[in-house]
C-alpha cells in the first residue's frame, strides 16, 4: 500500500512538473532555443536555467556537468529543485545576465534543417534499441523453452 501511494504521489508530482515546464514553454523567449534560436527547444540546462535544443544539449552535455547540466523536457523526471531554477531564470532573464558581456563581433550559432534529422534519427536509435532488447529477449526465452523441452524429450525416452 505505502509503496504504492508513494508511487502515486511521485507520478503526480512528476505531471504536476510536466505542466509548469509547458507553460513555461509557452512563454515567448522560451519558444526558442536560447542558444542558436531554433523553434521549439525540447530539452533544458536546468543549472543555467534555459530551455535549448537537441543540438545544442549535445554541446552543453560536453562542457561538463559542472558547467552545465542537461535534461530533457518531457523525457526526464525533475526533482522541485530543478523546476524552481527554470522558473527563476528562464532564456530571458538568463541572457540578460549570461550575454551581458559578450564581445561586438559575437555571432550566435545559427541552426538549420540538421535538428530535425538529429531528433527523428534519436527517436529512431531509441524505438530499434528497445526493438532489439525485446527480439533479444524473445529470443532467449525461446532457447530456453527449446532446451527445456528437448531435456524432456530425452528424459521421458
Ligand atoms: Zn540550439
Same mark, same amino acid.
Given at each position: ?9 511521485? &507520478? ?5 512538473? &510536466? ?5 513555461? *514553454?509557452?512563454?515567448? @523567449?522560451?519558444?526558442?532555443?536560447? $542558444?542558436?534560436?531554433? #523553434? /521549439?527547444?525540447?530539452? !533544458?540546462?536546468?543549472? =543555467?536555467?534555459?530551455? =535549448?535544443? =537537441?543540438?545544442? %544539449? /549535445?554541446?552543453?552535455?560536453?562542457? /561538463?556537468?559542472? =558547467?552545465?547540466?542537461? #535534461?530533457?523536457?518531457?523525457? $526526464?523526471?525533475?526533482? !522541485? ?6 522558473? $527563476?531564470?528562464?532564456?530571458? #532573464? !538568463?541572457?540578460?545576465?549570461?550575454? !551581458?558581456? +559578450? ?8 541552426? @538549420?534543417?540538421? $535538428? ?5 534519427? %534519436?527517436?529512431?536509435?531509441? +524505438? *530499434?534499441?528497445?526493438?532489439?532488447? %525485446? ?23
Amino acid at each position: 500500500m505505502a509503496t504504492r501511494s508513494c508511487r502515486e504521489k511521485a &507520478q503526480k508530482l512528476n505531471e504536476q512538473h &510536466q505542466l509548469i515546464l509547458s507553460k513555461l *514553454l509557452r512563454e515567448e @523567449d522560451n519558444k526558442y532555443c536560447a $542558444d542558436c534560436e531554433a #523553434k /521549439g527547444p525540447r530539452w !533544458a540546462s536546468w543549472n =543555467i536555467g534555459v530551455f =535549448i535544443c =537537441i543540438r545544442c %544539449a /549535445g554541446i552543453h552535455r560536453n562542457l /561538463g556537468v559542472h =558547467i552545465s547540466r542537461v #535534461k530533457s523536457v518531457n523525457l $526526464d523526471q525533475w526533482t !522541485a529543485e530543478q523546476i524552481q531554477c527554470m522558473q $527563476d531564470m528562464g532564456n530571458t #532573464k !538568463a541572457r540578460l545576465l549570461y550575454e !551581458a558581456n +559578450l564581445p561586438e563581433n559575437f555571432r550566435r550559432p545559427q541552426t @538549420d534543417h540538421e $535538428d530535425r534529422i538529429l531528433e527523428t534519427t %534519436a527517436a529512431i536509435t531509441l +524505438l *530499434l534499441n528497445k526493438g532489439l532488447f %525485446a527480439l533479444c529477449q524473445a529470443l532467449t526465452m525461446a532457447f530456453y523453452v527449446l532446451f527445456f523441452f528437448f531435456l524432456f524429450l530425452k528424459i521421458t525416452r
